[in-house]
């Protein structure tokens, strides 16, 4: 085992640049399959982020090179995810390697991601490559993007490496400058062993399978493990590497990754972050960690069906078990009966769990609107995490209530620059820089993280035609003038429509919603007030009109089986109907008022 020759990497790039077309161009020049079994884009595994484009589960393949010098080296690729969202797992991916391939796409230069992403790996005291990828296309403009990655991010980018991923163009260039300027990892092969438990996820035929760095020592089939964090121990049944297949080697040793199994039966008993030590003889200390990932945005999922609630909750079991970023309780709620509260590392987190939902488990689901965590300073000194609105402590028990802030980036053509500073304010935004970047502006703003887990990403990619790009990353919380505002129907709460807001802009949400439910909730044969409150003050009311007598009449003439027919409606009907003092209300409009969002 000679660690001078191997190396260990990321691909780290702005979405739709190429990372996974280059991923796959290398393991088809030096991994370990067929040019059949070669399927596209081999390193994003499940449909839904296939369909999609998007990379979410982060795996590293063994790929063999034989280099001009004559060596073969091991080279280890760690896939990253691409998407804001996936931040944190970005992190834990780079701490397993050396270096990383900086992918800009040539035609489009550097985005507001490729930013987030270079910065983590340059934390990370890695070695960066820069490769600019599609220069097959017209409007591939190599010299500019080359001056914009030392002007902006301020690396040299004299040596970048210059191909077409596409056309395979240029990409071996890309494996000898790995081997030329990336540097070998360290370790001591002969030490204790101590393994960064880099992910895990379970297989429905292995179990629970293991991502491992090993740092120093080796692992080795047979051998007790122990995790220092948890304490449990475990005897390893299998140890090996993807090439992407699996192959077993029975052992791997310091600077190599790959994967482990040991007959553990569920993720949740594997910590990302942990050390793995050698039971018999363990490390004194466990390898630094890295932070949990903690769920930012919070929502309520609920059957449309209420009998289907065990089947989702097996469900939402049976995905944690992958995705161990998200998290979910059981949650009651008058409007939508039983249901869970669930906990999202961002948006698209949300949107991908619903649509596997949906998909994968035919689940029919309503949504309640995200809301993100706010902290909550009680006059007797308590500070309590609020994840549902519908949870609002009395108001006279609160002193102060802060919410969480980020730092977004916004990079934008010039000529959309003006539409994105009036969102910015309009959604609470502070400014703190604006730069230029050629003819793209460079802005940096402070934005309440409640004000973008909307619509914000939807909002700015329409008033700037799809040219801007975004990232940001929660900086921290703040103290805000910050309210729930409760919907009233007839003079009941309705849990399932109370929201936060900030104080000025509750008025204007409150009237919209109202507005929307006079449409949405049937007439009755008494006038329904809908009124929007702040504790006992209503700031905005609507006023549904009683209905005239003889409708009703007329549905009840007509023979016998016409009438048998229209009770069976009605019965039907009644069961998707929620019953809120006087007053019912159809489920479907909750599903309407919460989509509009
Ligand atoms: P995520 O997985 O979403 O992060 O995207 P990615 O960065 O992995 O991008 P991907 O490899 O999926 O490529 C995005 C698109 O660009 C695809 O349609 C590719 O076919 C195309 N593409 C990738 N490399 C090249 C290239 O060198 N030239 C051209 N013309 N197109 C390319």
Redesign the pocket.
Known sequence: ADLRHIRNFAII????????????RLIQLCGGLSDREMKD?VL?SMDI?RE????IKAQAVRLSYQAKDGVTYELNLMDT???VDFAYEVSRSLAACEGSLL?V?A?QGVEAQTLANVYQAIEAAHEIVPVL?????PAADVPRVKEQIEDVIGIDASEAVE?????G?GVPNVLEALVQRLPAPEGNIDGPLQAMLVDSWYDSYLGVIILIRVKHGRIKRGMKIRMMQTGAVHQVDKVGVFTPKMVETGELHAGQMGFLMAGIKTVADTQVGDTITDDAKPALQPLPGFKPSIPVVWCGLFPIDSSEYEHLRDSLAKLRLNDSSFDFAPENSAALGFGFRCGFLGLLHMEIIQERLDREFDLDLITTAPSVVYRMHMTNGDVKELHNPADFPDPVKIATIEEPWVKATIMVPDDYLGNILALCTERRGEQVELTYVGNRAMVVYRLPLNEIVFDFYDRLKSISKGYASFDYEVEGYTEGDLVKVSILVNAEPVDALAFMAHRSQAEYRGRQICERLKDLIPKHLFKIPIQAAIGGKVIARETIAAMRKDVTAKCYGGDISRKRKLLDKQKEGKKRMRQFGKVEIPQTAFIQALRMG
């Open positions: 790039a702005h979405i739709d640049h190429g990372k996974s077309t280059l991923a796959d884009q994003d982020e999609r484009g998007i990379t995810p691409g998407h992918v796409d035609s990828n599609k220069v097959d296309l191909i077409s991923a596409k056309t163009l």
